[in-house]
């Protein structure tokens, strides 16, 4: 079982980044997949999570901005990314667990995401 993020990056306030999860060993369709991010100095920080069947949470600090979505034929889950602030800068990291109610139980590698001017 292995999860890997990708697509971090240095962006300006107000741009948009994509990040991947590209899953290896076990079927998203049928797992729950979401994202978490840490920021320097700071504790870790749920941002979504999709169940098996589609229905997402979402925090406050990113609903409206941020969308999770999956593609099965892929086994990849992604993070679109809009209207990033400063304050998004952090490590992020996908996950997964068989309900979104549960915790984590396997964790990709991380990805940095920077926005600064």
């Known amino acids: 079982v292995q999860l890997q993020a990708s697509g971090g990056g240095l962006v300006q306030p107000g741009e948009s980044l994509k990040l991947s999860c590209a899953a290896s060993?076990?079927?998203?369709?049928?797992?729950?997949i979401g994202w978490v991010r840490q920021a320097p100095g700071k504790l870790r920080e749920g941002l979504v999570c999709?169940?098996?069947?589609?229905?997402?949470d979402y925090a406050d600090s990113v609903r409206g901005r941020f969308t999770i979505s999956r593609d099965n034929a892929k086994n990849t889950a992604y993070l679109q990314m809009n209207s990033l602030k400063p304050e998004d800068t952090a490590v992020y990291y996908c996950?997964?667990?068989?309900?979104?109610?549960?915790?984590?139980?396997?964790w990709g590698q991380g990805t940095l995401v920077t926005v600064s001017s």
């Open positions: 999709m169940n098996y069947d589609g229905t997402t």
């Open positions: 060993g076990f079927p998203l369709s049928r797992y729950a």
């Open positions: 996950a997964s667990s068989e309900l979104c109610a549960y915790d984590y139980a396997y």
